[in-house]
Every structure is written in structure tokens, then in C-alpha cells.
């Protein structure tokens, strides 16, 4: 049982939908319908497409409703983030993709040399239609907060070297093009033929497969926080450590721990928001000496509690003890008052912070199919 039972009982109340027998997640804003109906219509006409996926959740991230009309299509999916992923078993999931016959390439999308590779390899894949099609199309897909935006933004840095009539137009509309409506935003980036890589909006689908999944997603940010819970998807992501036994590997970390640096009082309280990729002020040499000793704090307390830890990781109720424990310990290190109402809540939206920046360590959540 063990994580299954934590994650069927954590959101059994959870407002996405999350049934008690761990079945389809429905939560799908009227927004999204719309777009999707317009992402269909506009795949018709393209003649490549870009999937772009979260590298720590390969499978997880992909836009399962879609996947027929995509498989159909050219196409190379992007495994973004990939400088948050760990290597090894990132590389053992493009094996599987090249296996299944499937371009597959993981990208940093704010690396300008991993973005220019993924565009060579669009224009390698587009050779065979050139000599038929004076203008080709290729669009961007993908689940929201896979960093599609991020890809485009990169895109359009580097069409506008190439052709610098574009810097001046931060949406290049290709409108002239047959079939193709005036609000589609694209950049230019080849000539003779003219390739243009067009934007769509990050949709999620209307059934979210099964729990784990749509907190896999929730994890990933792709769904917002708010709508399953912060503290709901730490549980989660507090059970996929324990039973990796992830904590362990921190013996080191734990053993060398240095001595906390002493923040004084008069300092402002560090905000866990700057660690974010599109914080607006860099962060200073006395922020990140904090970080980093809150980094130290949080494995040092998660390895502590994980190896005194001596029940059973199957039994769901004994994992969920252990858990609650981490939360107490977590409190601690991450320096929250006890007497905070909201404390579990900033406990949570800390550690949230702290893994999605890359704090703790790389991680692919999905595994390998076999």
C-alpha cells in the first residue's frame, strides 16, 4: 500500500475532482476548452510539432487527449527543465523515446545553445517537405508551466538575429498564410523555405488519467497550488522521498553539516519567492549563503527522521506518521513559528518552493516503462 494509500487518502477531499477509489481528476476551466478546440484546428495545419514536457515527469506531462492527433504529426517532443532533472534517468527516458521511434530532446529552454539544437532539429526534419511547401508551420504544445513561454521567448531571441526585421515585433502574426487565423503569434526562423514556429496556450486535459498524476502535475506547478493544496501535494512529495529512501543520500550533507550562519534581527525575512526563475532582483551573496544553509537544515532534518525511522514504508498509516513527524521538523528548520495558524501552510509552500527551484536535487518522478 504505503504511497498509494497516502496518495488516496490525502485527496480524498481535494477539490480537483480527486474520487475516493483514486480515479479520473476532472478540472478543466472554460478557458481551456476553447483553446483546445483552437490547438486542434491549428494542428491541421501544421507541418511539425514541438511537445514540450517537464523533464522530471516525462509521461506525466504530456497532453494525453491530444496524443493521437500528435502522434499523427512530425514531431519532436521537448523535455524542458531538464537542468532540474537527473541526468541519468532522464537519459534512460530518451532511450525509451528513441525505442518508441520518437524524436525526443531535453532542452534547457533559458540555454540558448540547448534551443538552438532543438531548431536545428527542426529544420533537419522538415528537409523532406521544403522541396514541396514554400512556407511551413511548427507549433508549440504543451500542458501549462512546462515552460513553453520561456521556449517561445528564447525562439524569438534568436529569430531576431537571424532576421532582425523581427525586433521590433514582439509577435511576428502570420496571418497572411492561408488557413491561418490573424491572433496567431510567431516568430520567423528560416528562409527559402520560410519556417515559422508558432505560440499556443498551455492547456491541460479535461480528465487527468489518475491521482498520482494530477499531483505529479500539481508538483510541477501545472496545476496551481491553490486547487489541490500545498500541504496535500508536500504529503505527496514527502512519501515519494521516503520510499526512494531519497533522505538517505544526504548522510553526507547531514554529517558536514556547518554551523547556521546567524541572521540578524534586523534582517528582512527572506522570501522563498526570489528563488523563482523569473524573480525580478538577483539574489545578493548574504541570500544565498541563507539558502543554502536552509538547504542544509532541511536535508540534515529529513535524514534524521527517515534513518531513526524503523516501522513499516507499505504500511500507509505508519508512512503517514512519519510524515506528520517530517512537518514538525520541517517547522523547525525552516525557521516557522509554532504558534503561527498558518504554519503548515508556510512549511509547505517553503519546501514547495525549495524543490521546484532544484534546492534539494534533481528528480524525475515517472518511471521508465519497462
Not at 247 to 270: C, F, G, M
Amino acid at each position: 500500500m504505503g504511497i498509494k494509500g497516502i496518495v488516496k487518502k490525502a485527496m480524498e477531499l481535494g477539490e480537483m475532482g480527486f474520487n475516493k477509489e483514486g480515479g479520473a481528476i476532472n478540472w478543466f476551466p472554460g478557458h481551456m476548452a476553447a483553446a483546445t478546440r483552437a490547438i486542434r484546428n491549428r494542428l491541421k495545419l501544421s507541418d511539425l510539432v514541438i511537445e514540450v514536457r517537464d523533464a522530471r515527469i516525462p509521461f506525466s506531462s504530456a497532453h494525453q487527449d491530444l496524443q493521437p492527433q500528435l502522434s499523427a504529426k512530425r514531431r519532436i517532443v521537448a523535455l524542458n527543465k531538464k537542468d532540474l532533472a537527473n541526468s541519468n534517468v532522464l537519459n534512460k527516458w530518451v532511450r525509451y523515446f528513441d525505442s518508441c521511434k520518437q524524436d525526443c530532446l531535453p532542452i534547457n529552454a533559458h540555454n540558448r545553445s540547448s534551443i538552438r539544437k532543438l531548431l536545428e532539429l527542426v529544420e533537419f526534419k522538415l528537409k523532406e517537405v521544403i522541396s514541396r511547401e514554400p512556407t511551413l508551420l511548427v507549433m508549440v504544445v504543451g500542458v501549462p508551466n512546462v515552460g513553453k513561454s520561456a521556449l517561445i521567448n528564447s525562439i524569438h531571441q534568436i529569430a531576431s538575429t537571424r532576421f532582425p526585421v523581427q525586433e521590433k515585433m514582439k509577435r511576428a502574426t502570420v496571418g497572411p498564410l492561408p488557413g491561418v487565423t490573424q491572433d496567431i503569434a510567431g516568430y520567423k526562423i528560416a528562409h527559402q523555405p520560410s519556417i515559422y514556429v508558432l505560440d499556443t496556450p498551455g492547456v491541460l486535459v479535461p480528465s487527468i488519467p489518475n491521482v498520482e498524476t494530477g499531483l505529479k502535475l500539481a508538483l510541477a506547478g501545472s496545476v496551481k497550488d491553490s486547487v489541490v493544496g500545498e500541504d496535500r501535494i508536500v504529503q505527496y512529495l514527502l512519501a515519494v522521498l521516503n520510499t526512494r529512501g531519497t533522505p538517505l543520500h544526504w548522510k553526507q550533507v547531514a554529517n558536514q553539516r556547518e554551523e547556521i550562519t546567524q541572521i540578524s534581527e534586523d534582517k528582512p525575512d527572506y522570501n522563498p519567492k526570489d528563488l523563482r526563475a523569473n524573480r525580478k532582483r538577483a539574489l545578493n551573496a548574504s541570500d544565498l549563503l541563507y539558502v543554502k544553509d536552509l538547504v542544509k537544515e532541511v536535508q540534515h532534518a529529513l535524514y534524521i527522521t527517515l534513518s531513526e525511522f524503523d516501522g513499516n514504508m507499505e504500511d500507509e498509516n505508519e508512512l503517514e506518521c512519519l510524515i506528520e513527524h517530517q512537518f514538525e521538523v520541517l517547522q523547525r528548520a525552516l525557521k516557522i513559528p509554532h504558534k503561527s495558524s498558518e504554519a503548515r501552510l508556510m512549511v509547505s509552500k517553503k519546501f514547495l518552493t525549495l524543490f521546484r527551484a532544484g534546492k534539494l536535487g534533481s528528480f524525475v518522478l515517472d518511471d521508465v516503462p519497462e
